[in-house]
């Protein structure tokens, strides 16, 4: 019995040539000089040896290569990492194990830059008279329902609906049994195929695939899934829907009701118990196996929503920490972020008590790094789901390496500069100026003077770490007079010539309204007042943290214009609610000895608060947030403006010098 009937007709001898041509290697003997396998024959459980010929393909002349490889067993997509070596015919080998149910390999080859899956062909492996060898060559070319494939095949490589179908139909001929494993997609391409209406088809098909003694996780899903297809029909879709609930009452699709009955659950102590519950009806490690769309809507929102929740209602952690394995890698990141880089960051919580915290979060997150989670299963291979997990967690690492530094537990925060070195070294200020404390901790000076001149080349420093250099040069004998050439000799570039220019790009030239507003000097400033001049603007608050970041690049330009008195610097305090918030800004200001000149804004009549500067001039200029800076020109024009804070202080400052020795230079013109 044909499953699905689109090719009405296929002639014996075209079915007898494709088993023939399609045994083994897929594309015959030109594809398997590049790319073969043996034995040529393999079945489940042969350590089989993977060959690869790079010499014509994008590969060739690299030193070394790595594989990754799909492998395709018992209908479900497994990822695996493969290393490879070169052999005296300069080939590249592997040798892998195939697992029980294998019926087709896919391979994609690997160097540090590049890529080479195949092209057309592909470098993919049918394992002989296997169950779903067939469909599982057809399906993971269609892009239109191989959302389960991992997507590593190049489009073209992608072929028709119905020549999927043609390929599935072609499994039914071999493996009956596969029927129930495939219907899903069967009855997707039956549809897309079809003009008219195919409800009575795919009713039909799931009756009998209901029929059958039990069914997996997936094969309840893929039921759920092919409801989706049927339009118009709530009774038999009820009807279907109450027969999976009444024989599979722990099953997929009472989980999926579970999660959604949770997820609406408004008191929070009730949430909690309902989650104990469902955790016990529906343990996790009897869903390893099974994503539903419901789960990845809902299920990770859920879980947070419980965790935060307790923690604002109760004031206690109790939930976070008892529940830490139950967790998600996406979660226990949040947890990093929420409860130790924010408080960090703000300075809302003792470092004791953040460490507390963060000994407990990141052992876990990084248990999780050797594991690929279920959502990613089939999809990515241990190594590409580590550098993913990595990337993912990294600023959280540094937070906590941070924290380590300040409690003087150098070992452990030298481990997670070095864990997350290759995605932050150079790149992170933050991370480059731990870097720099930990060699001059070591002595190693030498090495430090090259580290922060390569990180000056990406301008990326601080001025910790200026210091540092400026030392060290004035240590080897040079003159101090010297060393603003120096450092701007180590920037120098085509990288930063590039983004000067691109900088003078963002200049504009519009009029500004005046202002009139009370100094930490004593007195009020007009803005009027200071036409001659180039006037830089920083809008901040105490309570905001970028803006608290940015402030070490600022000092560097303030004190680069310190003898000039044709440029002028105000620190416009805004949107402050506390009512002593000027004794806080004075205090924080003295605390970091700031040479800074603080502007507090007036207080809006429209609503009471101090920001009437702030709104005037975002709505004049349309943005929104802060830290603003802003640079007036000497004719009273605002000519640059800038939002947010990028991470380096020395970039910043090379920003705003730039702007301002433009309008110099323009004025002279």
Known sequence: MRLFNVLKIIPVFTLLAISIVFTGNLWGQDQEEVFSVAPRYPKAGDQVTLSYDASQTPLKNRDSLTAVVYTYADFQWNVKDLKLERTEENKWQGQLKLEPGIALINCVFYAKDTLDRGGANTYSWMINNAPGSYSGWGIMRNPNINEDFPQQLDSLSFIEDSVTLMWLNNEMRDNPSSRSHIFYSGLRLLQRTNTEDQTGRIKEELNYILSLPALDLKQQYDVQRSLELITGNETYVDSVENALLSKYPNGVLARDRAIKQLFREADPD????????????????????????????????????????????????????????????????????????????????????????????????????????????????????????????????????????????????????????????????????????????????????????????????????????????????????????????????????????????????????????????????????????????????????????????????????????????????????????????????????????????????????????????????????????????????????????????????????????????????
């Not at 925060?413 to 480059?432: G, P, R």
């Not at 803006?547 to 690049?553: H, I, L, Q, V």
């Not at 105000?570 to 603080?598: G, H, R, S």
């Open 270 to 669: 009730e949430r909690v118990k309902a989650y104990n519950a469902f955790v016990n009806q529906f343990p996790e490690e009897k869903f390893e196996g099974i994503t539903t769309t419901t789960e990845e809507l809902y299920y990770d929102k859920l879980f947070r929503s419980i965790a935060y929740t307790y923690i604002l209602e109760n004031k206690d952690y109790g939930f976070v920490f008892d529940n830490l394995t139950n967790a998600s890698y996406t979660n226990l990141v949040d947890y990093a972020w929420h409860l130790v880089s924010i408080p960090y960051t703000n300075e809302s919580m003792s470092l004791d008590s953040l460490q507390v915290f963060a000994d407990r979060i990141f052992p876990e997150i990084e248990s999780r790094e050797h594991e690929v989670p279920k959502a990613y299963r089939g999809k990515l291979s241990p190594n590409q789901w580590k550098a993913m997990a990595l990337k993912a967690a990294a600023s959280e690492y540094l937070t906590y390496a941070k924290i380590l530094n300040e409690q003087q537990d150098y070992k452990r925060e030298a481990y997670y500069l070095n864990k997350i070195a290759a995605l932050l070294k150079y790149e992170n200020t933050e991370y480059n100026a731990l870097y720099t404390q930990q060699l001059v901790r070591q002595d190693k000076m030498d090495e430090a003077v090259s580290f922060i001149a390569a990180c000056l080349r990406h301008n990326n420093t601080s001025p910790e770490m200026l210091q540092v250099l400026k030392d060290e040069y004035l240590k080897s004998g040079k003159e101090l007079s010297d060393f603003k050439d120096y450092v701007a000799g180590l920037k120098t570039g085509a990288e930063n010539q590039k983004e000067k220019e691109a900088l003078l790009t963002e200049l504009i030239k519009k009029p500004i309204e005046d202002f009139s507003l009370e100094s930490s000097y004593g007195g009020m400033v007009n803005l009027k007042d200071q036409l001659g001049k180039i006037v830089v603007i920083d809008m901040w608050a105490t309570w905001c943290a970028p803006c608290k970041k940015a402030m070490p690049g600022m000092k560097m330009v303030v004190d680069h214009y310190a003898d000039d008195a044709n440029v002028k610097f105000y620190f416009l305090d805004t949107q402050e609610y506390v009512k002593d918030y000027k004794t806080k800004t004075a205090a924080f200001i003295e605390e970091k000895e700031y040479p800074f000149e603080v502007l507090y804004d007036a207080v809006n009549p429209e609503n009471g608060k101090p920001e009437m500067v702030y709104t005037k001039y975002a709505k004049a200029f349309q943005f929104s947030g802060i830290p603003q800076k802003m640079i007036i020109d000497q004719n009273g024009y605002l000519r640059w403006r800038s939002t947010g804070y990028e991470g380096s202080p020395s970039a910043l400052a090379d920003e705003i010098k730039t702007i301002v020795e433009y309008l110099k230079a323009e004025s002279k013109s």
